[in-house]
């Protein structure tokens, strides 16, 4: 039996060094808890961009550069090793992590955001990072498009893993990628929730044949401080819940063995069984025996898409 963890406490939000320190308390009392992976939701460093869904594109574009200012600002750069103490706390704790954070583009302009989610080892090393491929509605006003080069199933101590974050997940081809690839422990990170979502999730339990973990983060206004930009303006109500988190844990092709915890700020734990994928898959497998290459044929791009090559 492996042990899951999944985090929907917020961040200190739009304060990326003060995160960074909530989450190794986090991810340190989850493997003192016994946990095997720990699972962070979309966004989480230094939090999800909300005012997108709260402001007119066209009228409020000064709150929108303020916002995105101090955002960038607090975003993290791998080629600058900002990912280190996350990957130090990991190390320390024992754990396989998940970690969804804004990542800057450093090995180009420096100057866009992607939406990212990173796979962190237990010896601390980044084993995937996956930019989100379609950033949804007005979140293309924050993030650039990203790429099929972190579409991968990763094998750890916990289980094989591979993730999509949010809308990803109603992206049929996306899903088949990570079945195709052998995927046990499926990853939702999001900013959805509601039995919409969940009903999602249960449904790609179901279709996969695997585990699916879903979470948001759960969050007030009232736990945003007030260096935040415009806040008054734009989330006015201190008791507002701009997400319920709905932290779950789904067995393959069954129903929930953990949550969803709803507005609830904390850690969700929960034991899983690897060995119950090969049941879930015994009957329907779609990235095996129940596909159809001679019929159906998917070719997936991994190649990175760099904005420049000097040879």
């Known amino acids: 039996m492996k042990k899951l963890a999944i985090v929907q406490a917020p961040p200190v939000f739009l304060n990326l060094s003060e995160s960074i320190e909530k989450a190794c308390e986090y991810i340190s009392e989850a493997g003192n808890n016994g946990a095997d992976l720990v699972m962070f939701p979309e966004a ?3 939090g999800y961009p909300s005012w997108v869904w709260r402001l007119r594109p066209g ?12 955002l960038f600002e607090n975003s993290v750069d791998l080629s600058k090793d900002q990912m280190a103490p996350i990957q ?7 754990v396989t992590l998940a970690m969804g954070y804004h990542e800057i583009n450093g090995e180009a302009s420096g100057a866009t955001l992607y939406n990212s989610y990173a796979i962190i ?18 979140e293309r006003m924050v993030w650039g498009w990203g790429d099929a080069s972190g579409l991968n199933v990763v ?12 809308w990803e997940n109603y992206m049929p081809l996306s899903r088949y990628s990570l079945y195709a690839q052998g995927v046990e422990v499926y990853l939702a990170p999001t900013w959805d929730c509601g039995e919409s979502w969940l009903g999602t999730l249960r449904h790609i339990a179901r279709e996969g044949g695997c585990w699916v973990a879903g979470c948001s983060t759960a969050l007030q206004c009232s736990d945003l401080p007030e260096s935040v930009p415009h806040k008054a303006e734009v989330f006015p109500d201190p008791e507002d819940w701009l997400s ?10 069954g129903g929930a063995v953990a949550g ?3 507005k609830e700020k904390g850690i969700l734990y929960s034991e899983y069984d690897l060995g119950a994928v090969i049941d879930g898959k015994r009957s329907m497998d779609i990235g095996g025996h129940y596909s159809r290459p001679d019929i159906f044929e998917l070719n997936v791009n991994k190649n990175k898409m760099d904005v420049i090559n000097f040879k």
């Open 260 to 262: 969803p915890m709803t």
């Open 88 to 94: 130090e706390a990991a190390k320390k704790a024992n």
């Open 44 to 46: 989480w460093l230094p």
């Open 244 to 253: 319920n988190g709905d932290a779950v844990l789904y067995q393959p092709f």
């Open 121 to 138: 080892g237990p010896d601390g090393k980044i084993l995937n990072n996956h930019r989100k491929l379609i950033p949804t509605n007005p």
């Open 155 to 166: 094998d750890t101590p916990a289980g094989k893993i591979g993730t999509l974050i949010c």
């Open 59 to 70: 009228g409020d574009m000064g709150k929108y550069k303020d916002l995105h200012h101090t």
